[in-house]
Nanobody, 125 residues
């Protein structure tokens, strides 16, 4: 199994920035892709971004491209999400997740095997 622990959420004003981290432990060597998802109240879980562990290739949801940046530190088994120009509609619980195979570009949460507990991001003035 892979254990994931997110950190870095909080309250930020519109237009502000926030960084999230997700540390993996356990069978971290099995990670093929790490992704970020978010879920707002009353809405389905939504793909944000993902990164292929071996070479750092990234994928973004269209609405986040240009504002969000995903990166990884493979020596620390940690993935990061830098979020800039945040909007109230970015308010959600953000989750990191991993999968051990498949495609970087398959954005369905059903393709991810392990999930963190989530961290709240609130964008409000």
């Amino acid at each position: 199994q892979v254990q994931l622990v997110e950190s870095g959420g909080g309250l930020v004003q519109p237009g502000g920035s926030l960084g999230l981290s997700c540390a993996a432990s356990g069978r971290a060597f099995s990670i093929y892709v790490m992704g970020w998802f978010r879920q707002a109240p009353g809405k389905e879980r939504e793909f944000v971004s993902a990164i292929r562990w071996s070479d750092g290739t990234t994928n973004y949801a269209d609405s986040m491209r240009g504002r969000f940046t995903i990166s990884r530190d493979s020596t620390e088994n940690t993935v990061y999400l830098r979020m800039n120009n945040l909007k109230p509609e970015d308010t959600a619980v953000y989750y990191c997740a991993t999968k051990s195979g498949g495609s970087l570009y398959n954005e369905s949460p059903r393709t991810y095997s392990y999930w963190g507990q989530g961290t709240q991001v609130t964008v409000s003035s």
